[in-house]
């Protein structure tokens, strides 16, 4: 059974950074993507970022290009989202998701519908 746990939620002032953290157990994702989610309160869940886990190829949603950064480290089945230059509106439930194996043809990295597997959310408060 794959778990994907979640850590470096927090309240920080704008323009400060942090770095959540997304450690899954239970399987490893040699062929599959992981990604980042957030959802803010009255507004549907967003797409925010995302990896393949071979070859690292990133994905961004354009709000976040230039401050945020996905990453991931094999030794530690881990991956990482460091966020730079907070503003008030990435205020939201940020949440990891994975799948084990990405399709030959249609995939999408920014539908939710691909992943599998979702961490339980952890807050991310930015203050102005």
């Known amino acids: 059974q794959v778990q994907l746990v979640e850590s470096g939620g927090g309240l920080v002032q704008a323009g400060g950074s942090l770095r959540l953290s997304c450690a899954a157990s239970?399987?490893?994702?040699?062929?599959?993507?992981m990604a980042w989610f957030r959802q803010a309160p009255g507004k549907e869940r967003e797409f925010v970022a995302a990896i393949r886990w071979s070859g690292g190829t990133t994905y961004y949603t354009d709000s976040v290009k230039g401050r945020f950064t996905i990453s991931r480290e094999y030794a530690k089945n881990t991956w990482y989202l460091q966020m730079n230059s907070l503003k008030p509106e990435d205020t939201a439930v940020y949440y990891c998701?994975?799948?084990?194996?990405?399709?030959?043809?249609?995939?999408?990295?920014?539908?939710?519908?691909?992943?599998?597997?979702w961490g339980q959310g952890t807050q991310v408060t930015v203050s102005s």
């Open positions: 239970g399987r490893t994702f040699s062929r599959g993507a």
């Open positions: 998701a994975a799948n084990l194996v990405i399709p030959l043809t249609g995939w999408r990295p920014e539908s939710n519908t691909f992943y599998n597997y």
